[in-house]
């Protein structure tokens, strides 16, 4: 278990120090984490409310502070180009993150042009009905992105790594909550870029 934890700690810093360097990336994070937590208490309420809240308020308010806010260029800090830090990610990097919101922007689309998923589901009854439909099959398209990804590490890597990260993405809200909580007061200081964050914070021991 020592083993375990600690490699949960590397990817956890790895994560931190490769790619949130912009205090509005940062906030973000912190909106996302918050929201996120929500739908963990949806899920047990009303899980396509928890899928609804999840997508279009934690993935959209994290994903756009990754692709819109964070810095590409060279990483002086890390000392390493936004193509290796790409090629090292261990969950998803932005291409396949590209791909995993590309599926989601096209959910509603494809169940608003086949209510019935050519025969796989029954046609939903009115707005509510359709948005509720949607909000399951983006349930499913969350449990599947993480599971699939689980299993592609466990072959390209090991079991551990690709339960390590698992453990990563469903504890993320929390520790970002910690770690990101004072983002938004550095962020009203004027200060754009996290500046040797980095190099301030302690890694891994």
């Keep these: ?38 739908a963990y208490v949806l899920l047990f309420v009303d899980p396509v409310a928890a899928a609804l809240t999840g997508w279009l308020v934690s993935m959209t308010s994290r994903q756009c502070g990754h692709f819109f806010f964070e ?11 936004h193509e290796h ?7 998803y990097n932005l291409r396949r993150k590209v791909v995993l919101m590309a599926l989601w922007a096209a959910v509603p689309l494809l169940l608003w042009l086949q209510p019935t998923l050519f025969g796989l589901v029954t046609a939903p009854s009115g707005l509510e009905g359709y948005v509720r439909q949607v909000g ?7 449990a599947g992105g993480l599971l699939s990804r689980t299993l592609h590490l466990f072959l390209i890597a090991d079991i551990r790594t690709g339960l390590v990260w698992m453990t990563k993405i469903l504890t993320d809200p929390f520790h970002d909550i910690v770690l ?23 890694g891994p021991q």
């Design 1 to 38: 278990m020592n083993d375990f934890f600690k490699a949960l700690e590397v990817q956890r810093w790895d994560d931190h120090r490769y790619y949130h360097h912009s205090r509005i990336n940062q906030s973000l994070h912190l909106v996302s984490a918050i929201s996120f937590v929500i």
């Design 71 to 81: 810095p590409k260029g060279y990483d002086h800090v890390n000392m390493a180009t």
């Design 85 to 91: 830090k790409e090629e090292i990610k261990v969950g």
């Design 136 to 142: 399951a099959a983006w349930l499913l398209l969350g």
């Design 180 to 202: 990101y909580h004072r983002a938004p007061l550095f962020l009203m200081r004027g200060e754009l870029i996290d500046q040797g964050g980095a190099s301030r914070m302690h």
